[in-house]
């Protein structure tokens, strides 16, 4: 009797220790309130952002990145071929290069748009997100802010192809192209396919530093993360 009253004392213990070590984690009152957690779900976007978006800026930042990688559209893909097929494989892989140093470009000026559209969201569901998916915030995020961020970034990326001479280069090979025998002349709108690939490579970013915040606790860098995302362990 007195072996089983010891186990039973040595098992409330360690649940007292447990219980404890949860409630220190929590702020005074022991509840984190709606406003906290979007703090918090704002400060891990932020870091996102810190340090994710801006390796996009760094030069091949998009083009030796293979998860943001801007490859050519289906109506471009077949004048990378033709060129290489006649021996302009150098040629071809200038006018890749030149659409992913548009979108490095453009993403380095446009990083303070979308750090202030961060700081304007009113996470109303915000114990949602915290509970959804290992993306629930980027997704948030993306759905909030990408027409907005399309009209902010597209003039940004039209800039940075006349900047990087990707539309001298684009121009040439286009024309290059249309003048080949027997192939269907082409004209896309690439500031228009650019502005949506590098916003994707941005949203792409800030999903793999929320997942880190998410899933490994030494990603959490503040007070705030560490209460908040603990909630969701």
Known sequence: MKKVFL???????IGCAELQQVVNQLP???VLSNEQIANGLTEALNQGIQKQVSKLTLEDGYYKNELVKILLPTE???IDKTLRDIGLGNLADQGLKAINRAAEDAVGEATPIFIAAVKNISFTDAKTILTGADDAA???LTTSTETELYNKFNPVIKNSFT???ADKI???LITRYNNI???????????DYVTNEALKGVYTMIAVEEKEIRTKVSSR??????QVFALQD
Do not use: H, M, R
């Open 7 to 13: 186990i039973l004392v040595i098992f409330q213990c």
């Open 28 to 30: 005074q009152g022991g």
């Open 76 to 78: 471009l893909q077949k």
């Open 138 to 140: 980027t997704t948030y």
């Open 163 to 165: 900047k990087v001479g």
């Open 170 to 172: 684009w121009e040439d």
């Open 181 to 191: 025998p027997f192939t269907k002349d082409v004209n896309p709108d690439l500031t």
């Open 221 to 226: 860098t503040s007070a705030i993360l560490k």
